[in-house]
């Protein structure tokens, strides 16, 4: 092999190997922008389901009742979570944590002025303003001779809701606009790749190939391209995520085999189609280039 063909095989490797590494970078910001959603999606869905209301009974119902009632609302689809709460829980809970229960007590006698109740906890479905309004008047009315009261924090139905909206909202917007500059970083990649290549492919054209022939092994070439940098991509997000989940105390990021699978899947597809397209375009450019262009 001469020395002419060993340095332009060089040349194509090293030209191979940079654009993968180029691609796998801005599909590693990609995926860190589509695993913050996800992240947020499910810390959102972990703050809905512990919103809680309570159920307040009348006087004449005693304990026996309202723990019939508890296991009746088990059974309701609205409800991830129905628990009853006795008077110890309660008196327990509005102590808190740094106040005596027998301090609190001494204040009322000695006796206990908390009745019994029923917490629940609502599905994500209904963990919003609509949802539990319905959950509300649906218990009313199935129960309008035992309760009394269902009480829940609008306020923090509210800003469960609408503070991550927002916060998802922005996140989509720098996502959008990361996007495109990735398709642009990744169009010029391989269009730089293709460069040195240009004369290949108008001496193929030249002999009599055609422009199908032509591309099949670039465009094939491209979607390997886009595989293999999309699993880089992906192998340096899990390196920084394991790195913030074991290293750093305060970080912890939830994430399930389902989101696993899912932000895999953007980034690969994102990888492939970005590249298949970008390829595509360069090709056309120079296909349709007369050879005096091409120096």
């Known amino acids: 092999m001469s020395s002419v063909e060993k340095y332009n095989k060089k040349g194509l490797r090293t030209s191979y190997i940079s654009t993968v590494i180029g691609i796998s970078l801005v ?29 307040f009974f009348k006087a004449e119902i005693n304990e026996a009742d309202i723990k019939q009632i508890e296991q009746e609302l088990k059974t309701w689809p609205e409800f991830k979570e129905v ?7 309660a008196i327990e809970e509005f ?13 009322f006698d000695g006796e206990n002025p908390l009745p019994p109740t029923i917490g629940y906890k609502p599905k994500v479905s209904f963990a919003n303003r609509k949802g539990m309004e319905q959950i509300k008047n649906k218990l009313l009315k199935a129960y309008p001779e ?13 800003n469960v809701n609408l503070g991550f909206k927002q916060f998802v909202y922005l996140i989509l917007l720098v996502a959008g606009l990361l996007i495109v500059v ?15 290549k240009r004369f290949t492919i108008k001496t193929m054209q030249l002999v009599g190939a055609t422009s199908r022939f032509i591309r099949k092994p670039f465009l094939v070439q491209s979607i390997f391209q886009g595989l293999v ?3 880089i991509g992906m192998a340096l997000l899990m390196s920084l995520f394991y790195t913030l989940n074991n290293i750093l105390d305060t970080i912890e ?10 932000l895999f899947a953007s980034i690969l597809v994102i990888g492939m189609v970005i590249s298949f397209i970008s390829t595509w375009f360069a090709l056309n450019k120079y296909l349709r280039m007369k050879l005096d262009d091409l120096y």
């Open 95 to 107: 102590s808190g944590s740094n106040t005596n229960t027998s301090e609190v007590l001494s204040i």
């Open 146 to 158: 035992e309760i009394d009261e269902v009480n829940y924090d609008k306020a923090s139905v509210e």
């Open 182 to 196: 990735a398709v642009a970083m990744i169009n010029n990649t391989i269009r730089l790749a293709l460069y040195s």
């Open 83 to 89: 628990f009853f709460v006795s008077p110890e829980r």
């Open 27 to 55: 599909l590693f910001m990609i995926g860190l922008v589509i695993g913050g959603v996800l992240g947020i999606d499910s810390i959102q869905k972990q703050a809905k389901e512990n919103l809680q209301g309570d159920l």
């Open 253 to 262: 990021i939830p994430f399930e085999f389902v989101t696993f699978l899912i």
């Open 229 to 231: 940098s999309a699993i």
